[in-house]
């Protein structure tokens, strides 16, 4: 599955456009087109393994391999950089998720909808109704209203 980029809509007005943005999974480059469409600065090269290249960058944006989120969330919290991932909705209530809450600063976003993720049906041309799970924005650093966040695409978001 890939991420459209309808999912940016939900974080991007909490981005700062002066930081250098990694994205680390990039697969139909979707986070990262939409990022510098709306004049995001992002770092990300096909050939480089991200947990053995670690470029310069200010934040690390991604949505994860689901069998990979809890080595993405300890890469991000070693790198002692702020980070934003896109990830199912039930993986809070992982031990080491729970963990997060408690010893650093994590925040979440919560989107009103569930995101559609493009599937291999869908590039076929298959009709896809509904994801079958609810995603949310699991992040540190960027300062958030409050600790749980629920957005509306259609608000301003601030």
């Given at each position: 599955?890939f ?63 689901f ?40 925040q ?45 695409t ?5």
């Amino acid at each position: 599955m890939f991420t459209p980029p309808i999912a940016m809509q939900y974080i991007m007005p909490y981005l700062d456009k002066s930081l250098l943005y990694r994205e680390c999974c990039y697969g139909m480059w979707h986070m990262a087109d939409e990022l510098r469409k709306n004049w995001f600065d992002v770092v990300w090269n096909r050939d480089w393994d991200c947990f053995q290249v670690s470029p310069e960058c200010d934040f690390i944006i991604t949505n994860p391999p689901f069998n990979w989120n809890k080595k993405f969330l300890s890469m991000a919290i070693d790198s002692w950089k702020p980070f934003a991932f896109l990830q199912r909705l039930e993986h809070l209530w992982w031990v080491e998720a729970c963990r997060l809450f408690k010893d650093y600063d994590i925040q979440i976003i919560i989107p009103d909808k569930r995101i559609n993720y493009i599937t291999p049906k869908m590039m076929a041309g298959q009709k896809v109704w509904w994801s079958p799970f609810h995603s949310i924005w699991i992040t540190k650093g960027l300062n958030l209203p409050k600790q749980i966040n629920y957005i509306n695409t259609l608000s301003s978001n601030k």
